[in-house]
């Protein structure tokens, strides 16, 4: 989460407005499929006001955090110029709200080499990370960003080949009806392929503790969701840490002995208490950027 406040243009407007009744219980339903008031985002639904105000939004000036980042919110035009800047003939967006490890990078870097065999002579990857609202226990967005530079600057991510901008967008924990957002956004952005997790925007359930959404879900609903023609969805191949070869790598399940899995939580719990990971799992650098802010946030608790 964020506790930073905007730079807000001096004249903004909202032309044609429309003031309508807020159902928070209908729109909950209808945007997660679930109504539980301990859902970190429905939270903010039902602490809201009991009216909204819609209409065309115009904006004069840019908006600015002021926080050391604005550098990586770039627009959609923005982006697709940087994209014909590198020569990118393919773009494809890796979006994701927590720390990059070995597997995520594997995942990247093995799509780019399997488009170049598709004929593609320049993939370029939109590196997207998430940067509006967020679970209190997620990784903060300065936090991520420092920790995917490490990443680049020990050649995890090749970043000749890489662009990473901030999505501005807020994390919802909707599953497959935010993950049409998620998709279609990229579009604008310039990607012609979108790599879609398991269980893509999902959570568990705040009140049962399994998974609010089927795991694949989210993809079926993109391979036929209208307004996504043009968009190619590319399946997440699931990486584990393969502890033959000491490294993350494409769990085979002929194999489900040899592989650990390593959870986000559990990845949090081994920088909180202090422990390391398995070597070969993260780029060192970056775990240290993770170790030491769940060191530093022990401190301040």
Not at 18 to 35: D, L, N, P, T
Not at 278 to 290: D, K, L, R, T, V
Request: neutral net charge.
């Amino acid at each position: 989460s964020s506790g930073i406040n905007a730079e807000w243009p001096l004249r903004p407007g909202v032309r044609d407005p429309e003031v309508y009744e807020m159902r928070k219980e209908e729109r909950c339903a209808r945007q997660w499929g679930m109504v539980h008031k301990e859902h970190p985002y429905q939270e903010l639904v039902f602490a809201a006001g009991d009216w909204c105000l819609g209409g065309d939004l115009e904006v004069i000036e840019r908006i600015k955090w002021e926080d050391g980042l604005d550098q990586y919110r770039l627009t959609p035009n923005e982006l697709r110029a940087e994209f014909k800047k590198r020569k990118a003939d393919a773009v494809f967006a890796f979006q994701l709200r927590n720390p990059i490890h070995n597997g995520h990078a594997l995942l990247m870097t093995d799509t780019r080499r399997r488009l170049m065999e598709r004929g593609y002579s320049n993939p370029v990857l939109l590196l997207h990370p998430l940067g509006g609202f967020t679970k209190n226990d997620d990784v903060p967005l300065n936090v991520r960003i420092e920790q995917h530079h490490a990443v680049m600057k020990e050649g995890v991510l090749d970043p000749d080949s890489t662009v990473m901008a901030i999505f501005p967008s807020p994390m919802m924990y909707a599953g497959p009806t935010e993950v049409q957002w998620h998709a279609k956004a990229r579009i604008a952005a310039g990607a012609t392929y979108y790599i879609v997790g398991r269980d893509p925007a999902g959570m568990k359930h705040p009140g049962t503790g399994s998974d609010i959404y089927e795991h694949t879900h989210g993809r079926k609903v993109l391979t036929m969701a209208p307004g996504l023609g043009q968009l190619s969805i590319i399946p997440f191949v699931v990486a584990a840490y393969d502890k033959t070869k000491s490294k993350m790598d494409f769990y085979d399940s002929t194999r489900h002995e040899d592989f650990l899995f390593i959870s986000g939580t559990k990845m949090r719990t081994l920088a909180r208490t202090g422990e390391e990971p398995p070597p070969g799992f993260m780029a060192p650098s970056a775990w240290e950027i993770m170790s030491s802010f769940y060191k530093n946030l022990a401190k301040q608790s």
